[in-house]
């Protein structure tokens, strides 16, 4: 098996190729390997790259940004997840795409199945649902689409603890949205479920599944639960207080889901039962953060 892995500098990319080097030869690309904003030379790189699975974990992630910039989100998160499955079905290959609870607005307030109605609130989310038409349009059969949220890890350049960290290192307090709940998602348990499924991949369970971290949690909670773990693990901290806020006291260009818990009832039978809670997981990636830094 030759596996390709896009968006391999990106946290979840970094943290997922450790998994997949046992599973077969790994091709792992960052934007200069494989541009997906370049629809007219991705067909050939893929021809050239040769691979029989292609995991993508690349993609246009800013979401405020992509409010101005909607043909660049529209190109990398539309448009290429079509050019990559169509590979995939033309070549008899497997294609796992990452997508996101952005595609939902938010009104539920019980988790979102695989097929409940999308109905995306900003360009970001649009994008993204995009390139999960454009997948089902061009190599339906031969695609797994895995949506997943609130992901974060100790890789990549930036995420929500590691902002938490940074800030709560420095101030006495955060004010933090407390009106937004979602399944907060550490890489490294996704990373695990993305392993799993590889050697299952097959056009029977082709399609749309969920996979986060179980239970939900606000931005509030998971604040908190950052500052309590990470000080038991001795991190430096000066945080005395975490205020809960509304939404509309934290405007953004993008405006985001207020309720984007997914069901991973679907998928656990593929993975052999529930994903970890997330707080079990955020307590890995500290230790994880806390081994790098101790790292020499
Ligand atoms: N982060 C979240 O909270 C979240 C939530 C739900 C779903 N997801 C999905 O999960 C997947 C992985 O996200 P992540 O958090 O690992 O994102 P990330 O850290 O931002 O990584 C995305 C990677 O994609 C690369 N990329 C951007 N534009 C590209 C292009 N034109 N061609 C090739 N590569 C390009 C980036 O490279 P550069 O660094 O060079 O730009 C980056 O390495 C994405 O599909 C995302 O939509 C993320």
Request: net charge negative.
């Amino acid at each position: 098996m030759r596996i390709l892995l896009t968006g391999a500098r990106g946290q979840l990319g970094e943290q997922l190729k450790p998994h997949l080097e046992p599973l077969g030869e790994v091709v792992a690309v960052d934007r200069a390997g494989l541009d997906l904003a370049d629809g007219a030379t991705l067909r050939s790189r893929l021809a050239e790259l040769a691979p029989t699975v292609i995991v993508n974990c690349a993609a246009y992630t800013a979401v405020d940004r992509a409010e101005t910039e909607p043909d660049l989100a529209a190109a990398v998160n539309g448009v290429a997840p079509g050019i990559l499955a169509a590979y995939a079905q033309e070549t008899g290959g497997y294609l796992i795409h990452i997508s996101t609870d952005y595609v939902f607005d938010g009104r539920g307030c019980r988790p979102y199945q695989p097929e409940a109605a999308t109905g995306p609130l900003g360009t970001y989310g649009q994008s993204k649902l995009q390139g999960e038409l454009a997948i089902a349009a061009n190599g339906a059969e031969r695609s797994l689409i895995l949506r997943t949220a609130w992901v974060y890890g100790a890789g990549g350049t930036g995420n929500f603890v590691k902002t938490m960290l940074r800030l709560g290192r420095d101030r006495p307090e955060v004010r933090v949205v407390a009106d937004q709940i979602g399944s907060p998602t550490w890489t490294g348990d996704l990373a695990i479920a993305i392993a799993r499924l590889i050697p299952q991949l097959s056009p029977k369970i082709s399609g749309i599944y969920h996979y986060t971290n179980s239970g939900a949690a606000s931005w509030y909670d998971f604040a908190t639960a950052i500052f309590e773990e990470a000080q038991l693990r001795g991190f430096p901290l000066a945080i005395e207080r975490v205020i809960p806020i509304a939404t509309e006291d934290y405007p953004t260009p993008a405006q985001r889901p207020a309720y984007s818990v997914l069901s991973g009832q679907k998928i656990a039978p593929l993975l052999g039962g529930p994903a970890p809670h997330w707080r079990v997981a955020l307590r890995h990636m500290l230790d994880e953060l806390r081994d790098r830094a101790d790292s020499p």
